[in-house]
T-cell receptor, first 111, second 113 residues
Framework: GQQVQQSPASLVLQEGENAELQCNFS?????MQWFYQRPGGSLVSLFY???GTKQSGRLTSTTVIKERRSSLHISSSQTTDSGTYLC?????????????FGKGAKLTVSP | AQTIHQWPVAEIKAVGSPLSLGCTIK??????LYWYWQATGGTLQQLFY??????VESVVQLNLSASRPKDDQFILSTEKLLLSHSGFYLC????????????FGAGTRLSVL
């Protein structure tokens, strides 16, 4: 079954609103990573976050390994934040060479 | 600074024709290298990974093969394309020791007709 569950699948915001994206994992994990996928398809790494909270500008990622979940908070959204956000996990029982991705959360920010 | 370059940017190919996609990483020695594939509207799936020259591990069987002829080069290929090979192919690298922070190339969009 799907190891990584992302929610919501899509989200529409007005510029300035905040967004909260969630990832839940069905198995124990070593670490997880958040990516932004541009409309053209290329991926940008946002956070490598094995545990705890990390912040970069308007983005905050919080991972709770014991509860097998991670969140990505976007504050004061901008139209340029539009795109798909993916989370990926490195499973604990894995060899450390494979990431399992979620299906993504499509964010649309309107002006 | 490390850079990753994928080629070509896009391909339109006929069913049954051969395919070769490439990826080069500069500025990082002995990276781990990966090929990922994403069907339109689908989930990103890892196809292959390589931790050293000449050594490639297959993760998902899609009638594709991969090779690492040089430390900084990763090639994805097949002799006969299927319709199901259409999608978006991404090459990625990660540091060779510890952690799985992935850095992706710009991708190749493949349409098989």
């Amino acid at each position: 079954g799907q190891q990584v569950q992302q929610s919501p699948a899509s989200l529409v915001l007005q510029e300035g609103e905040n967004a909260e994206l969630q990832c839940n994992f069905s198995t124990s994990l070593n670490s997880m990573q958040w990516f932004y996928q541009r409309p053209g398809g290329s991926l940008v790494s946002l956070f490598y976050n094995p545990s705890g909270t990390k912040q970069s500008g308007r983005l905050t990622s919080t991972t709770v390994i014991k509860e097998r979940r991670s969140s990505l908070h976007i504050s004061s959204s901008q139209t340029t934040d539009s795109g798909t956000y993916l989370c990926a996990m490195d499973p604990q029982q894995g060899t450390g060479s494979k990431l399992s991705f979620g299906k993504g959360a499509k964010l649309t920010v309107s002006p | 600074a490390q850079t990753i370059h994928q080629w070509p940017v896009a391909e339109i190919k006929a069913v049954g024709s051969p395919l070769s996609l490439g990826c080069t990483i500069k500025g990082k020695s002995s990276p781990n290298l990966y090929w990922y594939w994403q069907a339109t509207g689908g989930t990103l799936q890892q196809l292959f990974y390589s931790i050293t020259v000449g050594q490639v591990e297959s993760v998902v069987q899609l009638n594709l093969s991969a090779s690492r002829p040089k430390d900084d080069q990763f090639i994805l290929s097949t002799e006969k394309l299927l319709l199901s090979h259409s999608g978006f192919y991404l090459c990625a690298w990660s540091p060779g020791l510890g952690g799985l922070t992935l850095y992706f190339g710009a991708g190749t969009r493949l349409s098989v007709l």
